[in-house]
């Protein structure tokens, strides 16, 4: 499998330091159960997608997955499987998670367009349903 790095570094459109260090409803770290840094999600092709928890909490359903209790591989590796995400709208979909974070507390008043390509509108609209982001 191929491995991609979609940090922040990756999007600097989209990457900042301004964003802020908190998302609301990001489990804190305990002893139970200790946060990752870093997620890598995994799309159907088997591409790697290695981005920052903090990103990957956007994403609803990835924060259940990774703070469930028990012994699941998404909690216990920190990596998640997308079987039905193809490799191009997970990539976007990262984008996005970087974006939010990015503008969601902004106080500028020009907060750039996110762009999508109508070609993967519909896909990308079905992904971010499924990921409740």
């Given at each position: 499998r191929d491995i991609l790095q979609p940090?922040?570094?990756?999007f600097p459109e989209y990457s900042s330091s301004e964003?802020?260090?908190t998302v609301a409803g990001v489990p804190p770290a305990s002893?139970?159960?200790p946060q990752k840094a870093h997620v890598t999600l995994i799309s159907a092709e088997g591409y790697e997608f290695v981005i920052d928890y903090k990103a990957a909490c956007v994403s609803n359903t990835i924060r259940n997955m990774l703070s469930s209790s028990g012994s699941f591989t998404e909690t216990e590796k920190g990596e998640v499987k997308f079987p039905e995400i193809?490799?191009?709208?997970l990539e976007k979909v990262c984008q996005y998670f970087y974006y939010k974070l990015r503008y969601q507390n902004s106080t500028?008043?020009?907060i750039p367009e996110f762009k999508v390509a109508p070609d993967i509108a519909l896909e990308l609209l079905m992904a971010a349903n499924f990921l409740d982001t």
């Open positions: 940090h922040a570094a990756h964003y802020s260090e002893s139970a159960m193809s490799t191009q709208i500028t008043r020009t």
